[in-house]
């Protein structure tokens, strides 16, 4: 398999920072092109539409400083990093975007929640390993 597009999944935490470093090594390696993905959730409950778009806008807006420094860090190692935001329900909206746009590899952190925290919510990591067609590599924090 010959990898030239990676699927970042990146939401700002340690675990998806430590996975930000794997796939810029892993890039300059097999010279690939990093896409780093970042997911908007929807408020649960909102009156109108008006105020979902609002919310939308202002959750890329208040995020867009972490995407900035994502950027830099691919610029000074050698590596530019195409920004997307999507909306939606993270593991599934990472899943579609990864399979629709023929990338080769999803590369994502985990924050390792554990016991039956874990058991009762799951995470994002495991659900896009669970339904991806993708491959994914995982980089605990």
Request: proline residues 4%.
């Given at each position: 398999?010959i990898?030239?597009?990676?699927?970042f999944?990146?939401?700002?935490?340690?675990?998806?920072?430590k996975?930000l470093?794997?796939?810029?090594?892993?890039?300059?390696?097999?010279?690939?092109?990093?896409?780093?993905?970042?997911?908007?959730?929807?408020?649960?409950?909102?009156?109108?539409?008006?105020?979902?778009?609002?919310?939308?806008?202002?959750?890329?807006?208040?995020f867009?400083p972490?995407?900035?420094?994502?950027?830099?860090?691919?610029?000074?190692?050698?590596?530019?990093?195409?920004?997307?935001?999507?909306?939606?329900?993270?593991?599934?909206?990472?899943?579609?975007?990864?399979?629709?746009?023929?990338?080769?590899?999803?590369?994502?952190?985990?924050?390792?929640?554990?016991?039956?925290?874990q058991?009762?919510?799951?995470?994002?990591?495991?659900?896009?390993?669970?339904?991806?067609?993708?491959?994914?590599?995982?980089?605990?924090?």
């Amino acid at each position: 398999m010959i990898l030239k597009k990676i699927l970042f999944a990146f939401d700002g935490s340690k675990g998806s920072w430590k996975a930000l470093e794997w796939s810029v090594g892993l890039a300059k390696m097999v010279d690939a092109e990093i896409v780093a993905v970042t997911v908007v959730k929807p408020p649960e409950f909102s009156p109108s539409i008006s105020e979902i778009d609002e919310f939308f806008e202002d959750a890329e807006k208040s995020f867009a400083p972490e995407v900035e420094k994502l950027r830099g860090y691919g610029e000074r190692n050698g590596i530019g990093i195409e920004t997307v935001f999507l909306r939606g329900h993270p593991a599934e909206s990472i899943v579609k975007h990864a399979y629709e746009k023929k990338f080769d590899l999803i590369v994502m952190g985990t924050r390792g929640l554990g016991g039956f925290k874990q058991m009762i919510i799951g995470s994002v990591a495991q659900k896009v390993t669970s339904y991806s067609k993708v491959p994914v590599t995982i980089i605990r924090e």
